[in-house]
């Protein structure tokens, strides 16, 4: 058999070469890489849970009406997405203080903020992803003053269903990182929610305990990777298929 082609790899995913035109596989490896990957590991299952939440997370979002490059699960690592031109920036939304943010402005981890912000970093690795004022982005072309009010736009109706499906299974949604990408149609060009949604990119505290149940738990030697997003998971109804059902069997009257 023919190997398929491999169209790009970076830390967490690979892309392959899709069946239809204008399609891509996306595959989700086991490696967790953190601080621009000076901290590296692979932790069992990460890509499966991972391949999974996206899923979850982006059929939710093309349900509501805010597209994205989901199109279906493939197997347990891998899903069918459509194939875009990423735009170079990393949109952060952020509701309460952490991380970066909590450290560059000397607020306390867990400070609820005003309202949400929105904040972007140029990805560029080998910088470091700086942070970026809109000016920039435009000065260089990265996206034109429109192409910003939509992706202001699409982000706030993500973190909008994101903080809501979250707080309904008791998580705070603290903060998270999207990418979003350019897909032609005919004469027009539209912007859509792409790369992946997971706990890799978003912060996530048990809203009860405080507990984090996201990718600083690697960042910060915290416990188990895996068992926080298997929690995510299992709150969100949202099983690796190898996982025994552990539901008690209903009686049929
Ligand atoms: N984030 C990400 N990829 C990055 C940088 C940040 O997914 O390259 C996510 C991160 O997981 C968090 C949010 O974006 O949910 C804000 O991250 P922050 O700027 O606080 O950076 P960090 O403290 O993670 O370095």
């Given at each position: 058999m023919a190997r398929r082609k491999k169209i790009y790899e970076g830390k967490a995913k690979i892309l392959y070469e899709g069946p239809e035109p204008g399609t891509l596989v996306q595959y989700f490896k086991d490696d967790a890489t953190a601080f621009n990957?000076?901290?590296?590991?692979?932790?069992?299952?990460k890509g499966v849970l991972n391949n999974r939440l996206s899923e979850f997370f982006m059929t939710g979002l093309n349900m509501i009406g805010v597209p994205t490059?989901?199109?279906?699960?493939?197997?347990?690592?891998?899903?069918?997405?459509?194939?875009?031109?990423?735009?170079?920036?990393?949109?952060?939304?952020?509701?309460?203080?952490?991380?970066?943010?909590?450290?560059?402005?000397?607020?306390?981890?867990?400070?609820?903020?005003?309202?949400?912000?929105?904040?972007?970093?140029?990805?560029?690795?080998?910088?470091?992803?700086?942070?970026?004022?809109?000016e920039y982005i435009?000065?260089?072309g990265w996206a034109?003053?429109?192409?910003?009010?939509?992706?202001?736009?699409?982000?706030?109706?993500?973190?909008?269903?994101?903080?809501?499906?979250?707080?309904?299974?008791?998580?705070?949604?603290?903060?998270?990182k999207i990418e979003i990408g350019r897909v032609y149609e005919g004469d027009f060009m539209r912007l859509i929610v792409a790369d992946e949604i997971s706990p890799d990119s978003c912060r996530l505290w048990d809203i009860a305990t405080g507990q984090k149940l996201d990718?600083?738990?690697?960042?910060?030697?915290?416990?188990?990777?895996?068992?926080?997003?298997?929690e995510v998971a299992r709150r969100l109804g949202v099983m690796p298929a190898n996982t025994p059902n552990t539901s008690k069997p209903t009686l049929i009257n």
């Amino acid at each position: 058999m023919a190997r398929r082609k491999k169209i790009y790899e970076g830390k967490a995913k690979i892309l392959y070469e899709g069946p239809e035109p204008g399609t891509l596989v996306q595959y989700f490896k086991d490696d967790a890489t953190a601080f621009n990957a000076e901290k590296k590991a692979t932790v069992d299952g990460k890509g499966v849970l991972n391949n999974r939440l996206s899923e979850f997370f982006m059929t939710g979002l093309n349900m509501i009406g805010v597209p994205t490059h989901f199109i279906r699960r493939i197997n347990m690592r891998e899903q069918l997405i459509r194939s875009v031109e990423i735009i170079p920036l990393e949109v952060i939304v952020r509701n309460v203080a952490a991380g970066s943010m909590a450290k560059r402005l000397g607020l306390e981890e867990g400070t609820q903020l005003p309202r949400p912000i929105i904040e972007f970093s140029y990805k560029d690795d080998a910088l470091g992803d700086p942070l970026v004022p809109e000016e920039y982005i435009i000065a260089f072309g990265w996206a034109s003053q429109q192409d910003m009010d939509d992706i202001v736009a699409l982000a706030l109706r993500v973190n909008d269903y994101l903080s809501g499906v979250m707080y309904g299974v008791g998580i705070r949604l603290v903060d998270f990182k999207i990418e979003i990408g350019r897909v032609y149609e005919g004469d027009f060009m539209r912007l859509i929610v792409a790369d992946e949604i997971s706990p890799d990119s978003c912060r996530l505290w048990d809203i009860a305990t405080g507990q984090k149940l996201d990718k600083d738990v690697f960042r910060r030697d915290l416990g188990s990777l895996t068992d926080a997003y298997t929690e995510v998971a299992r709150r969100l109804g949202v099983m690796p298929a190898n996982t025994p059902n552990t539901s008690k069997p209903t009686l049929i009257n």
